[in-house]
């Protein structure tokens, strides 16, 4: 099982939790490149967890681990079930979102409308809180709608803490629960570093992790100066060869980078496996659609995955072709030691 490196906050870098990106196969990929990230699940809403195919969502190999379960709702009995799924299935922490802007989740009562009302989100940290053993986190927003002073920010952060949340991660934004779309949300809503910045100082008890529009590594390494950790979303699966430079960049880790060819040959074994116990080829090309980004032939390789890895029958050979579209790509340059 990977673990934090020993000194550094167990949150120092994180992969965002993504609908639609962060399953356990993209896990695996960051994994092999990172192996002191901290990683999290796609969202997965509680009732789903509870009355749904829960091995589904749970399901992950130890490999993957540190791997935090992000669940979303806002029933505080039915999230202290839900968590208590997560932990025996080894997740090493259960995440509350308290972030995402859609107008599905609205509807739902949970996700960044939940920040209108501290007090029931600190009944579901609490609830959580008092029947696991792993840590009850927090994602949230800087504010939404206008509810988006700094001193409600603090007054919902000190009650979510007191609580039991003892590390909240933060979009650097506040959203628009009406007008605009959960991705106009992620873009159009100005980027307000310093307000998470103000939380850290203010909390200095508490784990504050920063999130987004972070795109490279070395903004990264910035931003962990002044706060205890960073939260990368985007940039990890549309340039994901960022992540093999996180042991090193964000953690003084000595070890030799991966290159993309040895990254793409540790995924083909576990492609491989994965194939023989029945998964979709498809679901497996999905995260590798990136992994040669700028680089020659990064185009063709992608097109390769698209047209040849889809069918229900495609088998990993449809994968290792995809390489000679990529033959020129570079090598990383050795590291410094
Ligand atoms: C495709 C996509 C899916 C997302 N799904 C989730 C989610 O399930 N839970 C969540 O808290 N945030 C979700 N987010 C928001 C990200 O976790 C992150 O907060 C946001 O993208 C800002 O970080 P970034 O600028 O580094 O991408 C999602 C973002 C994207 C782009």
Redesign the pocket.
């Known amino acids: 099982m990977s673990t934090a490196k020993p000194g550094f906050s167990p949150w120092r870098f994180c992969v965002?939790?993504?609908?639609?990106?962060?399953d356990r196969h993209f896990r695996y990929l960051a994994r092999i490149m990172s192996v002191h990230a901290r990683l999290?699940t796609?969202?997965v809403a509680c009732g789903a967890l509870l009355h749904g195919d829960s091995d589904r969502f749970l399901k992950h190999a130890d490999f993957e681990l540190p791997v935090a379960l992000?669940i979303?709702g806002s029933d505080p009995h039915e999230l202290a079930r839900a968590a208590i799924l997560g932990q025996q299935a080894g997740f090493c922490e259960i995440?509350l979102?308290v972030?995402?802007p859609s107008a599905r989740v609205n509807a739902g009562q949970f996700?960044a409308s939940l920040m209108a009302n501290p007090n029931l989100v600190a009944d579901c940290v609490s609830a959580m809180h008092a029947v696991v053993d792993v840590p009850v986190t927090v994602?949230t927003r800087i504010g939404i709608d206008n509810h988006d002073s700094y001193t409600e920010l603090a007054t919902f952060v000190e009650t979510i803490a007191a609580a039991g949340a003892s590390v909240i991660?933060v979009?650097a934004?506040k959203a628009w629960l009406e007008g605009l779309s959960?991705?106009e949300n992620?873009e159009i809503p100005p980027l307000r570093y310093d307000i998470v910045r103000q939380l850290k100082w203010d909390f200095p008890h508490l784990t504050i992790v920063i999130?987004?529009?972070?795109?490279s590594i070395e903004q990264a390494s910035q931003h962990v100066d002044t706060v205890d950790g960073v939260?990368?979303?985007?940039?990890?699966?549309l340039t994901p060869y960022v992540l093999s430079t996180v042991d090193r960049d964000i953690f003084g880790s000595t070890k030799q980078r991966l290159n993309r060819f040895e990254i793409f040959q540790r995924y083909m074994e576990y492609a491989q496996r994965e194939i023989e116990s029945g998964t979709y080829l498809r679901h497996l090309a999905k995260p590798l659609h990136y992994l040669f980004h700028g680089q020659p032939g990064a185009r063709q390789w992608r097109r390769h995955l698209s047209e040849h890895c889809t069918a229900s029958s495609a088998g990993i050979e449809a994968l290792a072709t995809a390489l000679r579209w990529v033959e020129r790509a570079v090598t990383p340059e050795p590291m410094a030691i």
């Open positions: 965002a939790p993504m609908m639609q990106y962060t999290y796609e969202m992000q979303g995440n979102n972030g995402c996700g994602k991660i979009h934004r959960p991705r992620r999130n987004g529009g972070i795109e939260m990368l979303g985007r940039a990890s699966y």
